[in-house]
Structures are given as C-alpha cells and as structure tokens.
Nanobody
Framework: QVQLVESGGGLVQPGGSLRLSCAAT????????MGWYRQAPGKERELVAR???????NYADSVKGRFTISRDNAENTLYLQMNSLKPEDTAVYYC????????WGQGTQVTVSS
C-alpha cells in the first residue's frame, strides 16, 4: 500500500517560517530519493527540493538558502524547513519520490501573505 500524508502548512506573514512534514509508507521511502514539490494556482507543479536516500540535498534556485530538506529514515518521514518565506512561495506543497510516482497525497496549503 502506498501512502503519502503531508502536514504543517498554514498562513504565515512574509519573512516567516513553516516546517512541513510528510509521512510515507516504508516501501516507497526507504530506498528512494524523495522530493518536495509545489503547485501554485494556474501553474505547473514544480520540484523545489530533493534528497537522496543517503541524505544528499538539492534545491531549486528559487528556494536555495531559505529552505532545508531532511529525512528521517527510521520514521519514514520527510521534512521541509521553510524560512524567509515570500508571497511567491504560496502553493500547495506535496511530497513524492524523485522521480515522482503517479500517486499523489492531498498536499498541504502554504499561504504567505500580510
């Protein structure tokens, strides 16, 4: 069974921080690179950060220096620490493998607004 459950989103002012979590089933988490993706209204879904099975991270230029991806392999959980948030970070955030499976969780809404 495949399950991805994202949480931690919310409404935050520009410059604020949020920490997203993604609980995944072990069969898809353990040996895979994982990624955080986001989709803003009217835009394509994009990859913002990814992390290899041995925790090597990589970031999109738009979030580099502000976001930090991490993983807890013992708990099958993926995290995204987001600092210095900007209005353009507003989107629904999803986790998935990298490359992504066809299955997607429900995502978590992040809204950055004053």
């Amino acid at each position: 069974q495949v399950q991805l459950v994202e949480s931690g989103g919310g409404l935050v002012q520009p410059g604020g921080s949020l920490r997203l979590s993604c609980a995944a089933t072990r069969n898809i988490f353990r040996l895979n690179s994982m990624g955080w993706y986001r989709q803003a209204p009217g835009k394509e879904r994009e990859l913002v950060a990814r992390i290899s099975a041995n925790s090597s991270p990589n970031y999109a230029d738009s979030v580099k220096g502000r976001f930090t991806i991490s993983r807890d392999n013992a708990e099958n959980t993926l995290y995204l620490q987001m600092n210095s948030l900007k209005p353009e970070d507003t989107a629904v955030y999803y986790c998935n493998t990298r490359p992504a499976m066809n299955y997607w969780g429900q995502g978590t809404q992040v809204t950055v607004s004053s």
